[in-house]
Nanobody, 127 residues
Framework: QVQLVESGGGSVQPGGSLRLSCVVSGYRPHTYSLAWFRQVPGQDREGVAIIDSDGRTNYADVVKGRFTISQDNAKNTLYLQMNSLKPEDTAMYSC?????????????????????WGQGTQVTVSS
């Protein structure tokens, strides 16, 4: 059974940085794509970033140049480095895994169904 556990959320002032982590267990790293999503209550879930089995990445336009997704296969951990945070980045952030190796090349990756999800970690950006 694939399990994902996020950590690293918290409160930060605008312009600050946070790094989210997601420990993934029970999966084969080179056969999955991993992604970060976020959701604000009352709004649709939004795809933030994805990394596939070949290390290719894709980002939502609103976070390009500020956020970086990466993974450490030795630690079975997915990361999201978030810099230059804005109040509009406030949301519950969740990591997700899908047994499809090459999803980062799909233009519609953020609208595809992911099978496995973490419980989420809250990020709040305010002064």
């Amino acid at each position: 059974q694939v399990q994902l556990v996020e950590s690293g959320g918290g409160s930060v002032q605008p312009g600050g940085s946070l790094r989210l982590s997601c420990v993934v267990s029970g999966y084969r790293p080179h056969t999955y794509s991993l992604a970060w999503f976020r959701q604000v209550p009352g709004q649709d879930r939004e795809g933030v970033a994805i990394i596939d089995s070949d290390g290719r990445t894709n980002y939502a336009d609103v976070v390009k140049g500020r956020f970086t997704i990466s993974q450490d296969n030795a630690k079975n951990t997915l990361y999201l480095q978030m810099n230059s945070l804005k109040p509009e980045d406030t949301a519950m952030y969740s990591c997700a895994a899908e047994p499809w190796a090459t999803m980062a090349t799909m233009a519609d990756w953020a609208r595809r169904a992911f099978t496995y999800w973490g419980q989420g970690t809250q990020v709040t950006v305010s002064s």
